[in-house]
Nanobody, 115 residues
Framework: QVQLVESGGGLVQAGGSLRLSCADS????????MGWYRQAPGKERELVAR????????YYADSVKGRFTISRDNAKNTVYLQMNSLKAEDTAVYYC????????WGQGTQVTVSS
């Protein structure tokens, strides 16, 4: 059973940075497109970034383009999200999962940006 464990969230002031990590204990990580998703209070979960299995192709939602960078290390079964120039509207619980069909969700990591 795939287990995703997200970490790296916290409380940060607007304009600050955080780096999220997600470790995938399942098999086949290197073959999967991976994404970072987020869910803000009262809103639906949304995809913010994804990275191809080899790491060379990325996609970003317009709301984070130019500020967030997704990357992966297939040797470590880990995907990262570098978040810079954080805004209050980035406040959410962040999750990683496969794309386009997510599996079981991890517990996520809370990111809170104070304005």
């Amino acid at each position: 059973q795939v287990q995703l464990v997200e970490s790296g969230g916290g409380l940060v002031q607007a304009g600050g940075s955080l780096r999220l990590s997600c470790a995938d204990s399942g098999s086949g990580f290197r073959f999967k497109i991976m994404g970072w998703y987020r869910q803000a209070p009262g809103k639906e979960r949304e995809l913010v970034a994804r990275v191809s299995s080899g790491g060379s192709i990325t996609y970003y939602a317009d709301s984070v383009k130019g500020r967030f960078t997704i990357s992966r290390d297939n040797a470590k079964n880990t995907v990262y999200l570098q978040m810079n120039s954080l805004k209050a509207e980035d406040t959410a619980v962040y999750y990683c999962n496969s794309f386009p069909t997510p599996g079981s969700w991890g517990q996520g990591t809370q990111v809170t940006v104070s304005s």
